[in-house]
């Protein structure tokens, strides 16, 4: 048995069945883990759920912010929508309500359960132990298998103000952290106030009290290994006790595939889906 933790696939379903193929993946017996963001922007955002799912046991994942998107798109609201969105053929389809139903039972946090291997889509803020980030990731999980998680989605979930924890942080500002930290987080301060702007690699930024979430030295949760995605531009790393599994699938890249049992990295170069807004902002500069 193997167990492979897969970074983001955002609609590439192609790239990802040639990993597999390439892998010798054994769906009998081996599993595979998704970090998240495993829709939108690619074109085949139906065909990756649709996999995902497929999986029962042998499948988990937990849930990015383009998940969340989905979510929120789901229940009508519009004010996040984007030209780029891949979404439609989802919310056109015959099992959408039963996609839906199943990805809202998604975690936000994946705890290998012999292993000191924790898999989350962004990260865990720095004031967080691997327990008490668990325990974080359960509030919000209930919510969002409760009968009114629509409500959660469309009136609380969203927004950027909230971006400092406390241990007395309650209510909504708490669950809207929660959500901040474990789907978009790259950059905070030692306390864990987050910062949404910054998507550059470490070795680029210039900010002096913000850095990667990883990086800080009072790191509560340096005692697991956190295997994370989301951040295309930091590319592959294995450091620090944390392993980047989003290696730019979208953007031409390559879509990794991490064995657990074998330490070794397995990637399949993509062809390139989406174009970089980088890309684009400089040919409109010329």
């Known amino acids: 048995m193997a167990t492979y933790i897969i970074g983001d696939l955002q609609g590439c379903f192609d790239p990802l069945q040639a990993l597999l193929k390439q892998i010798n993946y054994q769906p009998e017996q081996d599993e595979l883990w998704f970090v998240g963001d495993i829709v939108n922007r690619g074109e085949q955002s139906l065909e990756c759920l649709r996999f995902v799912k497929s999986l029962g046991e042998r499948g988990k994942m937990v849930l990015g912010n383009h998940d969340f998107h989905l979510l929120a ?12 969105d891949t979404l439609q053929p989802i919310l056109n389809a015959p099992d959408r309500a039963e996609l ?38 359960n509030e919000v999980e209930q919510l969002l298998r409760s009968p009114n998680w629509r409500e959660f989605i469309t009136e609380h979930l969203f927004g950027s103000k909230t971006k400092h924890w406390h241990d007395g942080l309650q209510g909504w500002e708490r669950l809207r952290y ?19 702007d910054m998507k550059l690699a470490p070795e680029r930024n ?53 064995c657990l049992e074998t330490r070794i990295r397995h990637t399949f170069e993509c062809p390139q889906s989406c174009e970089p807004k980088s890309a684009k902002q400089g040919k409109k500069s010329k």
């Open 100 to 137: 839906i139903d199943w990805l809202r039972q998604q975690p936000l946090l994946v705890r290998h359960p012999t292993l000191p291997v924790v898999m989350v889509h962004a990260g865990i803020p720095p004031q967080w132990s691997a327990e008490q980030a668990q325990t974080h990731a």
């Open 206 to 258: 210039t900010h002096p009290n913000y850095q990667a979430w990883f990086l800080h030295n009072n790191r509560r949760n340096k005692d697991v290994e956190i295997f994370f995605g989301h951040w295309s531009t930091l590319g592959a790393m294995d450091g620090y006790q944390v392993h980047a599994t989003d290696t730019g699938c979208l953007w031409g890249g390559k879509l990794t595939a991490f």
């Open 178 to 196: 929660i959500v901040n930290a474990f789907a978009r987080m790259r950059y905070c301060d030692n306390q864990g106030v987050l910062d949404f």
């Open 73 to 84: 798109s789901d229940c009508g609201l519009e004010k996040y929508a984007s030209k780029s």
